[in-house]
Nanobody, 125 residues
Framework: QVQLGESGGGLVQAEDSLRLSCTASGGTFSSYDMGWFRQAPGKERDFVGAINSNGLRTTYSDSGKGRFTISRDNAKNTVYLQMDSLKPEDTAVYYC??????????????????WGQGTQVTVSS
């Protein structure tokens, strides 16, 4: 059983930066691909991006490409989401999720096995 916990959310101004962290316990963190998702009120949970198990490959949704960066430190069992140039439309609860590592990235929430509880990010204009 993998347990994930996000931190680092908060209230920021537009164009500010924020770094979210997700720390895992249980399982073998270095064998998991990790994804970041977000969910705004009344909307579906959307894919933000993902990183493969060894940290050498990443992928991003169009909304985060160029502004968001995902990295990981397997020695610390932690994955990060660096968000720059934040916009009010980035306001959402952000979740990290894990799945067993593979050849391909997946953007569907249903393809991930374990989820954190989420952290709120609010961007004011």
């Amino acid at each position: 059983q993998v347990q994930l916990g996000e931190s680092g959310g908060g209230l920021v101004q537009a164009e500010d930066s924020l770094r979210l962290s997700c720390t895992a316990s249980g399982g073998t963190f270095s064998s998991y691909d990790m994804g970041w998702f977000r969910q705004a009120p009344g909307k579906e949970r959307d894919f933000v991006g993902a990183i493969n198990s060894n940290g050498l490959r990443t992928t991003y949704s169009d909304s985060g490409k160029g502004r968001f960066t995902i990295s990981r430190d397997n020695a610390k069992n932690t994955v990060y989401l660096q968000m720059d140039s934040l916009k009010p439309e980035d306001t959402a609860v952000y979740y990290c999720a894990s799945r067993s590592g593979g050849r391909f990235f997946y953007s569907s929430p249903g393809m991930y096995d374990y989820w954190g509880q989420g952290t709120q990010v609010t961007v004011s204009s």
